[in-house]
């Protein structure tokens, strides 16, 4: 049986790759023939390094199946090596060791201590990093369902009765003024 070797945007445009199979065999018959998909993290970096490292990185399943998305989507691979790069940032500043839920106000944390992990390296762009930071973090967790919204219920109260009474008695004046 030959063996093929297929490139990620294809592969998955065709038979939604998940980013965890060793080798697939795709057709029947005489027509049946193995591919060994590439990873979405083998699409984005060409240096085998650099590869490892993000092998390494925990998590690289949820990564996979969220960059595998983004590319599907049309994200630049240029656009993915800066999400991947954040990510295992999120990864390690969060203490990630398997997804859980969390909270909005916890990536806001994580990205305040991102800020200021950088700030001894670059002067530039500290605001820009913490929101793609909270960018980054969000999508990456709302793509898995792991974002928690706190839903706190605001009661009607009569504040707003006495501010407009307050406004009309005291700034707009009495009737006939």
Avoid: C
Avoid at 17 to 31: L, P
């Amino acid at each position: 049986m030959p063996i093929h070797m297929v490139d990620h945007e294809s592969f998955s445009k065709r038979n939604r790759y998940s980013g965890n199979a060793k080798e697939i065999t795709v057709g029947r018959g005489a027509g049946q023939f193995t591919v060994h998909p590439v990873t979405a993290i083998e699409t984005i970096f060409a240096f085998e390094s650099t590869r490892k490292r993000q092998q390494a990185t925990p998590l690289l399943k949820q990564r996979e199946q969220f960059l595998s998305f983004m590319l599907d989507q049309g994200t630049t691979i240029r656009r993915l090596r800066s999400i991947v790069s954040m990510l295992i940032h999120i990864i390690r500043l969060m203490k990630f060791e398997a997804l859980r839920d969390v909270e909005i106000e916890e990536v806001e944390v994580a990205a305040a201590r991102w800020v200021i992990e950088i700030e001894s390296k670059n002067r530039n762009g500290q605001e820009k990093s913490a929101t793609l930071f909270t960018y980054v973090a969000l999508k990456w967790l709302r793509f898995h369902n792991r974002v928690l919204v706190s839903s706190s219920r605001v009661e009607p109260d009569d504040t707003y009765i006495e501010q407009f009474i307050h406004f009309m008695s005291v700034v707009k004046g009495p009737p006939g003024r």
